[in-house]
């Protein structure tokens, strides 16, 4: 049981994937399956972090070839939370996507793209491989170039050439280094590899190549100086589109420097968290000043996933138990509110013709609930308590100053500031200044959507508020998570040991 | 005999979040509603209030979050007394007027919904016993105000003082945040009278001076000190009866409250008293020169409010317990008398239709009621007897007389102070009610009972304290003051002091006030006409800083995502070639493997050459991405003259697939069928590219020189037919060994595939292209 909940989240949206794609003349038929594979994604790996929680980390063999050799998939409490986060956020776009336009996206073939890169980001979140983790990053590229593209507006075209290029050559990178590492250690088995890394003799060229490693996560992730390709794409994709790109995209790069940075290279920690540290301060400042800068509603958005990368880089930069668990509930928290700002702005976009602040208004006015929907992601984001995003900041603001980081903490706590004054910003120009003239013709008559159309757009909304709410005022079950986690990915011998069994070095050698 | 603290603590909140969520359904009554729940909620306090001492308190635990070591917790001591019940008391006054004063508006239930949870905010600020909860509902305030100034917010004016009063409180908010932080570290709890109790540990940390400095900035930015206190005459854009609540009686005075709270800890130390002296006498007299400047009621009263707020701070920061008493004396006494005259304002404003001072007079015959609440309340401002003002007053000049060597420094400035405030009152009383009648635009008269009830309630407590100060002191005051000082400390109230210099003070504060109201007409225009205020004022800092935060925040992101590809792409390219090549230098891993003789295998690598050059000369856009496909197809070379025929396959696969969508992509986009860079523009990609190339070559040079790890391939050789029934040692590694990595690299081709499929074919329609 534990062995088919390790593999699910990859075979079921594979299994989506394929089915969608054999429906391609049938895009009604192709949405329920989606959803239904979405849910069922959910609920595996709701099970599979309850497996993780009562019973440790759920490791598996593929084709049962022992570890180093074959591929391991490695499910630790970090990865069974970025799993079932990946499962509700492919639920609420899934859902939401069957909202207005989703004939068009589905003929254009929405459906198995979403479900590869579901499957991509699920691989990636499970592989205890390195060369494995490349594929999946391969899979999500390639995916989410198909996604970006899907209306095929000059715009978008011109996004996603951007994208693809610049991400292309940062997976290169990518491989390039998975090369190196392996000419170093000889095996790509991540438990392997930090069980070899310390003895490598070249710690210099082992060191270049973990720098290699962080420059293509780092543009994966979308840290500075490396982040161009975001907010040249982001804001040109259908908004189901830039939810699940804002939710997962980003911080699979982000999980990669976690998982890697702190299993592998964490002997040199002494280089990597001060580099990684000043990477995560530049990230957020210029992040934000981009947020403050824009006047588009997706582009600030898009910003802000940028400055907010910094906030979950804190915590490998200080690798200390209580800043992992930051860097671990700040993704949790991050990930759910930015989908929701990105699906509250597609509704706010419906209804108030345009996401552009100097058309919108009075939105407060005629939609209160919507208002609603958008403050609580929006106020979480800024960190405001009680809402989820206040612990997450919290908990980064705290493990600094304990590991005496004082330009670092405070640099995460003026860019709190900045991330309040743009989420205003949008608020007083979309929702209470009165709306411009122009605006008003394009509002839809109240009736004018249908039923299921009004249930797929606002139903993932409330979910998420709903989330996010929790977060905030149930705090202790997620912040003791975040703990465990923290402390699983310290307790490297335990990792090793689950993944290698007992005596890895005795098993290798009498292969030979 | 007192109720049980969860029914004291927790009801309160309850009931109040119950009635704010009830508002947004209730069609009628809805004030009313409110009002009564805030009155249930003081009622509960007041039944709680026996329970309370010098020395025992009320504590109810029901929220906490262990894993973080936030303990939770609400607690109700003397000083938190004080504060909920002129939170509900004042409440439900506010909200009976607001019931009145907003009658018709179809905005009324979400202000009473907005009302209700700033009234729980501040109850669970107040009575928080744990730095985290009490920051959780300190922001909360913060928040509820933002959305009530701004409750005409199709203003661009209601907006903008709202954001600053949002990002004013909000950024002393993050630096109290970092303070409570810092300060629970040091006490090794986040619990506040665990604080107090490890006062030693709090001042002994490392960081105790800056952990001070950072919880009195953002006590100082909520409670308008200098030089934040522009952000709460600009606050007037709320409602009055908002103002009244939120910016006069309550939320300003949260910053005073955790002065007062965290004063056990710090009050011995000369750093605090210092700066809390000179900022808050700063603040006063800023506040008194600048409600000499305004008309606009609500302006005057604002300022004089900062005055209000700044003598608190003074007496906080003068350490003894005549000066705590004082503090608590006349922070009851001035939420008394300024609520009333706010509300007196708002009547004034509401029944005239002006509410700007020069154009009103005599309204005392058409409104005998609402002039009896100006009057009373004015006199107590004013510090008359029997008023509690008075009370207060004379302690404060006690208390600044007791100070040592700045003592007339202290007594002089809060001389000049106190005369401003007598003419102000004088200015709220005598000259709106009595003289002559002016013409307003509305013909005035008294409001209904439901408006009148709170300025006349106020300002009769204000009289009813004062001639019974003793019994204040015993039931409220002393209370405070014990948990200001974490001591008992008995300083009777006393109305008459005797004939002491502080009475002769008082004569010539109240006479110099009078010559000041005479001269009223003609000082406000010339001090307003004085630009000198305006250009020292700290609002013009606000301004250019936001102003300057934009530019700057334009420039910077001009500077980045300046919007060229080819500029993003030498970003890249440069890192990784710097990154990996500075760490392999400085870490001293260059190397080299020992030189290998040459074989005919080298000429594999001819076209991967040719293609990089053919790449960087090409003048085509076309012809570059031919030509790196030359080097993909002779990597695929190399793999063929090393044996592994099927990985060149595979290679060359992916190599022609890509090439295929970004010739489709490019084909899609304005082609530029010549290269029109410059020829620097040039030279420079190819000094990046060349870069690149040779870091590469650095440390790939370096990871041969290292000896190599072969058991990976010796397992996959000596399983290969054994478990995995294949001669061809690659084909078991596609298929079996690593057969997961096979599944995702058919997954890339096959959404390729699709993609490439979806691209052509809109190509093929032109659909969508260019709209």
Redesign the interface.
């Known amino acids: 049981m534990r062995q088919i909940l390790l593999v699910a989240p990859i075979l079921i949206p ?1 299994a989506a ?1 394929a089915i969608t ?1 054999l429906l391609w003349q049938r895009p009604e038929v192709q949405r329920r399956i989606g959803v239904a594979a979405a849910a069922l994604l959910f609920l595996s790996t709701l099970a599979l972090l309850a497996e993780v929680v009562t019973g440790g980390m759920v490791v598996g063999q ?2 049962n ?1 022992p570890a ?4 391991t998939l490695v499910v630790d409490p970090l990865s069974a939370a970025m799993l079932v986060i990946t499962g509700l956020m492919a639920l609420a776009v899934a859902v939401y996507a069957m909202g207005p336009g989703a004939a068009e996206r589905d003929r ?2 929405f459906q ?2 979403f479900h ?1 890169l579901v ?2 980001v699920a ?1 990636a979140f499970s592989t205890g491989d390195l ?2 983790l490349y ?2 990053f ?2 999500m590229l ?2 989410s ?2 996604l970006l ?1 899907l ?4 715009e978008q ?2 996004g ?3 994208y ?3 991400n ?3 997976t290169t ?1 990518f491989l ?1 280094a998975v090369g ?1 590492v392996y ?6 088995n991540l438990a392997d590899l930090a069980r ?1 890394a310390p003895q ?13 490693l ?2 293509s996560f780092g ?1 994966k992730a979308a840290v ?3 982040f ?2 975001l ?2 794409a982001y804001h040109t994709a259908s908004m189901p589109v830039a939810a699940i790109f804002a939710a997962l995209l980003t911080k699979v790069g982000v999980y990669a420097i976690i998982r890697v940075f702190t299993l592998v290279f964490a002997h040199d920690q002494a ?1 990597f968290g001060p580099i990684i540290g000043v990477v995560a301060m530049l990230t957020m400042v ?1 992040g934000v ?2 947020a ?3 006047y588009d509603v997706r582009r600030i958005l898009s ?1 802000h996933i940028i400055s907010q990368i910094g906030y979950m880089l804190v915590g490998v930069a200080l690798m200390t138990p209580l800043a992992l668990a930051g860097a671990v509930l700040y993704i949790v928290h991050h990930i759910v509110v930015k989908a929701n700002l990105f699906l509250v702005a597609g509704a706010m976009q419906k209804v108030g013709g345009s996401f552009a602040l100097a058309k919108l208004g ?1 939105l ?1 006015a005629t939609r ?1 609930l919507l208002g609603l929907m958008f403050l609580i992601p929006a ?1 979480s984001l800024a960190g ?3 809402l989820s995003g ?2 997450g900041k ?2 980064v ?2 493990s600094g ?2 590991a005496e980081a004082w330009l670092l ?2 640099v995460a ?2 860019v ?3 991330t ?2 743009s989420m ?1 910003k949008i608020w ?1 120009e979309a929702f ?3 709306a411009p003239a122009e605006a008003a013709a394009h509002q839809p008559a109240p009736g004018e959507w249908g039923r299921m159309q009004r249930f797929a757009t606002f139903a993932p909304i409330v979910a998420l508020c709903a989330v996010t709410l929790t977060i905030g005022l149930w ?2 079950p997620f ?2 998570f ?2 465990a986690a923290a402390e699983a990915l310290l307790d490297r011998e335990a990792y090793i040991a689950a993944v290698l069994g007992t005596a890895p070095v005795q098993l ?1 050698e009498a ?2 | 005999m007192s109720i049980a603290p969860s029914l004291a603590l927790g009801l309160p909140l309850g009931l109040g979040l119950a009635g704010a969520i009830a508002a947004t359904m209730m069609k009628r009554g809805v004030a009313q509603a409110g009002a009564a729940v805030a009155a249930l909620a003081f009622l509960l306090y007041l039944l709680a209030a026996p329970g309370v001492t010098e020395t025992t308190d009320l504590r109810f635990g029901f929220w906490s979050v262990p894993s973080l070591g936030v303990v939770g917790g609400l607690r109700l001591d003397g000083l938190s007394l004080v504060f909920v019940l002129l939170i509900t008391g004042i409440g439900a006054l506010v909200l009976l007027y607001a019931s009145r004063y907003l009658k018709g508006d179809t905005r009324l239930p979400r202000l009473v919904t907005l009302l209700l949870i700033f009234m729980v905010a501040m109850l669970g600020a107040v009575t928080a016993d744990d730095v985290v909860t009490l920051f959780v509902f300190w922001e909360l305030t913060s928040l509820a105000s933002f959305f009530l100034v701004a409750y005409d917010h199709e203003k661009p004016g209601a907006r903008k003082a709202a954001l600053q009063a949002l990002l004013v409180t909000g950024g002393g908010g993050l630096a109290l945040l970092a303070g409570l932080i810092l300060v629970a570290m040091a006490a090794g709890t986040t619990s506040l009278s665990g604080i107090i109790a490890a006062r030693e540990a709090v001042l002994a940390h490392p960081a105790a001076i800056p952990a001070m400095l950072l919880v009195v900035l953002g006590c100082f930015t909520k409670s308008a000190q200098f030089p934040f206190q522009f952000w709460l005459p600009n606050a007037m854009a709320a409602p009055t009866p908002v103002s009244a609540y939120l910016h006069s009686a309550t939320m300003v005075k949260l910053g005073i409250y955790l002065l007062a709270r965290l004063n056990p800890v710090y009050q011995h130390e000369a750093f605090w008293q210092e700066l809390l002296t000179t900022a808050g006498l700063l603040t006063t007299a800023v506040g008194a020169i600048y409600a000499l400047r305004e008309s606009d009621l609500k302006r005057v009263l604002a300022w004089t409010t900062v005055t209000a707020l700044g003598s608190l701070t003074m007496l906080i920061g003068l350490a003894p317990a005549l000066s705590a008493t004082a503090a608590v004396t006349f922070l009851l006494v001035h939420a008394l008398y300024k609520a009333a005259l706010f509300l007196v304002a708002g009547i004034v404003d509401h029944e005239t239709g002006t509410r700007d001072a020069a154009a009103l007079g005599g309204l005392r015959r058409a409104m005998p009621l609402t002039a009896l609440a100006a009057v009373l309340a004015a006199l107590s401002m004013a510090g008359l007897p029997p008023f509690v003002g008075f009370v207060a007053k004379e302690i404060i000049y006690e208390a600044k007389l007791a100070t040592g060597g700045a003592a007339g420094l202290f007594a002089s400035i809060g001389f000049l102070v106190n005369a401003a405030m007598v003419a102000i009152a004088g200015l709220l009383s005598w000259r709106l009610f009595f003289g002559p009648l002016r013409p307003t635009p509305a013909t005035p008269h008294d409001p209904p009972k439901s408006m009148l009830a709170g300025p006349i309630l106020l300002a009769g407590l204000g009289l009813l304290a004062g001639a019974a100060p003793s019994l204040v002191g015993a039931w409220l005051v002393d209370g405070a003051v014990a948990a200001m000082l974490g001591a008992p400390a008995a300083v009777p109230l006393k109305l008459w002091h005797g004939f002491t210099p502080v009475l002769a003070l008082s004569a010539a504060t109240i006479a110099l006030g009078l010559l000041l109201l005479l001269a009223w007409g003609r000082l406000m225009p010339r001090l307003r006409r004085a630009s000198a205020f305006d250009r020292f004022d700290t609002a013009r800092l606000y301004d250019r800083a936001l102003a300057g935060l934009v530019a700057w925040a334009e420039g910077t992101t001009r500077l980045v995502q300046h919007g060229s590809l080819r500029g993003y792409m030498q970003v890249l390219l440069l890192v990784a070639a710097l990154g990996p090549l500075a760490v392999l230098v400085a870490r001293g891993g260059l190397d080299l493997p020992e030189a290998a003789p040459l074989d005919f295998r080298a000429l594999a690598f001819l076209p991967i050459a040719l293609g990089a050059i053919a790449a960087a000369v090409a003048r085509g856009t076309l012809a570059a991405v031919m030509a790196t496909g030359l080097v993909g197809f002779g990597t695929a070379l190399v793999f063929l003259t090393f044996g592994a025929p099927d990985v060149a396959l595979t290679q060359f696969t992916v190599e022609v697939l890509l090439i295929v969508i970004l010739a489709t992509v490019l084909i899609r986009l304005p082609v530029r069928a010549r290269d029109v860079r410059t020829g620097r523009q040039r030279t420079v990609d190819a000094a990046v590219a060349g870069a690149l190339g040779l870091s590469v070559a650095l440390v790939l040079l370096a990871v041969l020189a290292a000896p190599f790890d072969p058991r990976l391939g010796e397992w996959f050789g000596a399983e290969s037919v054994p478990g995995g029934h294949g001669r061809n040692v690659v084909n078991v590694i596609l298929v079996d060994f690593r057969a997961l990595d096979t599944l995702g690299e058919i997954a890339v081709l096959a959404i390729a595939a699709f993609s490439v499929i979806a691209l052509l074919r809109a190509s093929g329609r032109g659909a969508r292209v260019g709209s």
């Open positions: 594979l994937c794609a593929m084709g070839w180093p050799f074959g591929i254009a073939g198995p793209l590869a499957m991509g691989g060369f494995n594929v999946w391969e899979v390639i995916a170039f198909g593209v209306d095929r507006t000059r075209l011109d996603g050439l951007r693809v290029m610049l292309l050559v940062g990178f390039l190196l000419g170093l250690t000889g095996t790509l070899v490598v003799e070249n710690q210099g060229a082992l060191a270049a190549a973990a720098v290699l962080l420059i543009a500075f100086p490396l161009n390709w907010p040249a280089l210029v000043l981009g403050a800068a824009h910003f009075g407060w209160p106020l405001i308590p009680p206040f612990w919290l908990v603001i705290r100053f304990e903490a405070s706590l003026a709190g500031l900045l309040l004054y205003v007083n209470w200044k009165a705090t202790e912040a003791a975040s703990l290798a292969v030979r």
